[in-house]
């Protein structure tokens, strides 16, 4: 059996069998199967031009399997993480400077702000305030808490 893959088995079945798990990528949600695929294809090249038995194949496309999947989620995938907009709405708000339209000093500097244009969908917002501030004072975005800004004095 293993004398008929030796001499059976070219390099452009590895090169199929890579754009095959590459293409299957487009119905799986895993993001797995393309560098799966990126290793058949990488084994193909190298059958190409240097042929080496089937086995030996085999074990190059393991080994160079286990090591993109390996490097892509230990070293590239957490530098895609940080470019979502996911983070982006406390980017977006921190530094803001918005009018107090609403203030309760007794219950623990509670009030509601309003910003001159709408920040994430909204120009009013509640907020926390420490400082001693009154209404129609300005106030500058310094942290969240949950929904509510966390605020200081301008």
């Known amino acids: 059996m293993l004398e ?3 001499a059976n088995i070219a390099y ?3 090169l199929v069998f890579g754009l095959c ?3 299957a ?3 799986l949600l895993s993001f797995v199967s393309l560098w799966f695929g990126l290793s058949a294809i990488i084994v193909g090249l190298l059958v190409w031009v240097y ?3 089937f086995t030996l194949q085999l074990l190059i496309w393991i080994v160079l399997s286990i090591f993109i999947v390996f490097a892509w989620f230990k070293w590239v995938s957490p530098h895609f993480k940080n ?3 996911s983070g982006m709405a ?3 708000m921190l530094g803001q400077t918005g009018t107090v339209i609403e203030y309760n000093s007794v219950h623990e500097g509670r009030g509601k702000l309003r910003f001159p244009a709408p920040i994430l969908g909204n120009d009013e917002w509640q907020f926390i305030c420490t400082d001693s501030i009154e209404v129609g004072s300005r106030v500058i975005v310094r942290e969240f808490s949950g929904n509510t800004l966390i605020v200081s004095a301008k």
């Open 4 to 6: 008929w893959l030796n």
């Open 12 to 14: 452009w079945h590895w």
């Open 21 to 23: 798990l590459a293409m």
């Open 25 to 27: 990528e487009i119905m």
């Open 51 to 53: 042929p080496v038995s």
């Open 83 to 85: 470019k979502t907009f």
């Open 90 to 92: 406390r980017e977006g």
